[in-house]
């Protein structure tokens, strides 16, 4: 359900509507049978999202040497002796750290950022239907090189960038082509076939699961696979993997703890997103015309959660959502404009208004954190993004002497909140 749009309505008129209609108790329980109707959706996106951030992030931890403390919904931490085992790479001290033992940070580039880097290539590649990606590819690998030269150019190592991409289709190919107990997302992840191979001079019964190469981003081939992390021959980048030994010395250590931690960790996500159980009854008198019929009632053992934040929170988002509504269409236009004087039609149009709104907002700090690696970002990195996305830099430029007045604003807001 939406709301009717009146194209005579200011903008600010319309967006105190939609609050008004949004906060209406009655749409509220409306919205609340919907919410309901698709929550075995939700219950899947949640256990996808979750267990692929958790396997990309252990092949991060493990071979790019990613802190664990700096990746979300890492769980190594259940296993007591997790940093003995694999012991952290640390950071290289200026005349104290002897060569090869230790890693320089690039002096613009954090590992938040290149986790949330990957995390943004994600969003924008992997679809749950698989294999049926968002792009495919030529036009995946333009939008995946062209972010990749904005690390280069911030001296992120060209090889350590190539194994997070592999680490990344590495993931995906796991959570959606590999179904490992404790570590599966019903619905999505593919039971594979067992076949013969010999893996670590034995001969085992493992899985044969698809994966995305990098030379296109499109074709499959077939990976041999045991567990939810591992570094098998021919498969795994030299200096970019890790030694495990044997597998069943450490099933019951790590696997199965992390296994049960990382189902926790769903579970909770659920019940705040979806049915949370009742754990405790109302301790309330009942009267006794109806306490004989209340005594044979079954009690309710889990409920959907009025969204009532929203009722507190409408004078914030009537103006935070109506000032960023209101900025953004003045985005649109003034863009137009630019794009009118140069002749440019059809869906380019779209490439540079998705541009002139990034550009808008390149110092602002987005809520959401896959985004947030485009703070280490300028003026330059945005425009040769896009130039080699097909846009062209004279019309950028035109776009940025049209809007910058409204950058300087968000820049503002930005220094403030920050």
């Not at 680490?167 to 796991?174: D, I, R, T, V």
Request: aromatic share 12%.
């Amino acid at each position: 359900m939406s709301v009717r749009k009146d194209p005579s309505e200011s903008i600010i008129d319309r967006k105190e509507k939609y609050i008004e209609f949004t906060t209406d108790l009655d749409f509220l329980h409306l919205n609340l049978l919907r919410w309901e109707f698709r929550i075995p959706k939700i219950r899947t996106s949640i256990s996808f999202n979750i267990t692929y951030n958790f396997l990309l992030n252990f092949y991060l931890s493990l071979n790019l040497a990613f802190p664990i403390e700096e990746l979300v919904y890492f769980i190594g931490e259940v296993v007591p002796n997790y940093q003995r085992e694999f012991p952290k790479v640390e950071k290289a001290k200026y005349g104290a750290t002897k060569y090869d033992y230790s890693y320089y940070d690039p002096p613009e580039v954090t590992y938040s950022d290149l986790a949330h880097f990957l995390w943004n290539l994600r969003y924008h590649t992997t679809e749950k239907s698989y294999p049926a990606y968002k792009k495919v590819s030529n036009a995946i690998k333009k939008y995946i090189e062209a972010n990749k030269d904005i690390l280069l150019q911030k001296d992120v190592k060209p090889e350590y960038l190539e194994a997070m991409i592999e680490s990344l289709l590495q993931a995906e190919g796991k959570v959606l082509n590999s179904a490992y107990v404790g570590y599966a997302v019903v619905n999505v992840s593919k039971v594979v076939k067992g076949t013969k191979k010999v893996v670590t001079r034995r001969e085992l019964e493992v899985g044969i699961r698809k994966q995305r190469w990098t030379d296109d981003y499109k074709t499959e081939g077939d990976v041999p696979t045991l567990y939810p992390y591992e570094s098998l021959v021919n498969y795994c980048r030299v200096n970019y993997a890790r030694v495990l030994p044997p597998p069943e010395s450490f099933r019951e250590s790590h696997l199965k703890p992390l296994a049960k931690t990382l189902e926790q960790k769903i579970s909770d996500f659920h019940k705040r997103a979806c049915w949370t159980p009742i754990e405790k009854g109302l301790d309330v008198e009942v009267r006794p015309e109806v306490r004989e019929i209340t005594e044979k009632a079954k009690p309710q053992d889990k409920t959907l959660y009025q969204r009532v934040f929203f009722l507190q929170k409408r004078k914030l988002m009537k103006w935070e959502g109506g000032k960023h509504q209101a900025r953004l269409q003045h985005i649109i236009e003034l863009t137009k404009q630019v794009l009118n004087r140069h002749g440019v039609f059809g869906v380019k149009r779209l490439g540079y208004i998705a541009f002139a709104k990034e550009w808008c907002y390149l110092s602002y700090k987005p809520h959401r954190k896959y985004k947030q690696w485009k703070g280490i970002l300028n003026e330059n990195d945005l425009i040769n993004k896009h130039r080699k996305m097909g846009l062209d830099e004279a019309i950028m430029k035109d776009i940025i002497t049209q809007i910058q007045g409204l950058k300087g604003v968000v820049d503002v807001e930005s220094k403030e909140t920050s």
